[in-house]
């Protein structure tokens, strides 16, 4: 079963709704410190987005005023530097992103709304199902989850946050790279028109199979370089935005390198479908990063779908092997809407226990 056929991205999308949702009944999200963050972020975004577009009105004001002593009708240079502009600052610089991820270095808050988030699955599944057996329900997320600790060693120094720095710039700095040189490759005359198609079909032929991808590869020869452009962004931008959005959950529980891609491999259909709708939001101007918070708080519901409860953190070695492969997709895949908690059941046996007591709060736990 393909992992990135259309009904798992349908049902990504639907589990982006429902957890949309359900992030927003809770009464403590618009009360987070991450909100008072994310306007200083719009704040910052407009400062660097004004630097950013200082050149570009100056190259457009350079263009305008060669119009005047050159007929530029008949010319497609000045056309391409505009697009090329416009390029750079929207889908390559991705500037609102860029600060929402950034964050995510700097400050706990995002990591605190996942959690809280993810209390409060727990708690509204126990009210859902609050007339049924505690022996057919699941076992709650939160309670072990939060016992997990984030820190990569005895204590996490200020060397690690360098060295997290230096990681997600490294990655940032090898994409924009890898945009310009595709863009640049495809202004080359003759073979241009093939790169964006042939960049398409080499990303998307492992996902989605050989004969898809020639389609892709075929549509973008025919149509506007726009459209595979946005294309291409779309599926970048949603695998990135993905990877960062569950960044607390792989903080906590431990994958190694091929563990983690295989993981992705198996659900890549879902979490696509899952991203896509944020990737466009979170273009928005200023509403896009306050749109970041939601997503991840949406993102705590959708780690109940796709992964199994984990163990206590003395009980974790073989946790992370254990769920590389999904368990019950294509059983999920099938579900209605009104049924998405099916599969998410205790095993056979379980003793049945006080749930809302494992969500009450330690006196002065806190996130870690």
């Known amino acids: 079963m393909s ?13 982006t709704v429902v957890g949309t949702v359900r992030a927003l009944r809770n009464p403590q999200l618009f009360q987070h410190e991450h909100f008072r963050q994310a306007a200083l972020a719009i704040v910052g975004g407009i400062v660097i987005q004004l630097i950013i577009q200082i050149p570009i009105i100056a190259i457009k004001l350079l263009v305008w005023m060669a119009s005047w002593f050159s007929d530029l009708d008949r010319a497609s240079w000045d056309d391409e530097l505009i697009g090329g502009l416009n390029f750079l600052s929207n889908s390559v610089l991705q500037v609102p992103f860029l600060l ?6 700097i400050t706990p808050t995002l990591d605190d709304i996942f959690m809280m988030s993810l209390k409060w ?22 309670p072990n989850m939060v016992k997990y600790s984030t820190k990569h060693g005895p204590s996490k120094s200020k060397r690690s946050t360098k060295e997290s720095l230096f990681a997600f710039a490294r990655r940032y700095t090898r994409k924009v790279a890898m945009w310009l040189g595709i863009y640049a490759l495809s202004l080359l005359p003759v073979i241009g028109r093939f ?7 080499y990303t998307v032929r492992q996902s989605i199979g050989t004969v898809p991808a020639s389609v892709i590869f075929g549509s973008g020869i025919i149509l506007p370089r ?11 931008a949603s695998r990135s935005l993905m990877r960062e959005l569950l960044d607390p959950y792989f903080s906590r529980v431990r994958f190694d390198k091929d563990q983690k891609q295989k993981w992705f491999l198996d659900r890549q259909g879902v979490l696509f479908g899952f991203a896509f709708a944020f ?16 997503a991840q708080a949406s993102t705590a519901y959708l780690v109940t779908k796709i992964t199994d409860p984990p163990p206590p953190p003395e ?23 009104d049924k998405l908690d099916k599969y ?11 749930f809302n007591a494992d969500l009450r709060p330690s006196p002065g736990k806190k996130f870690t």
């Open 3 to 15: 992992s990135f056929e259309p009904n798992a991205i349908l049902r990504g999308a639907q589990l």
């Open 100 to 105: 929402m991820t950034l964050m995510r270095y």
């Open 121 to 142: 699955v727990d708690t509204t599944y126990v009210e859902k199902h609050q007339r049924e057996n505690p022996q057919n329900l699941r076992e709650m997320y939160y």
């Open 195 to 201: 790169v964006m198609p042939a960049a398409s079909f």
């Open 226 to 236: 726009r459209y595979i452009t946005l294309f291409l962004h779309t599926y970048f």
């Open 279 to 294: 990737t466009i939001i979170l273009k928005t101007p200023f509403i896009g990063v306050l749109m970041y918070g939601i």
């Open 315 to 337: 009980q974790s070695e073989g946790f992370a092997q254990s769920q590389v492969a999904w368990k019950n997709k294509h059983d999920f895949l099938q579900l209605s809407l």
């Open 344 to 354: 998410n059941t205790s095993p056979d046996g379980l003793q049945p226990r006080d």
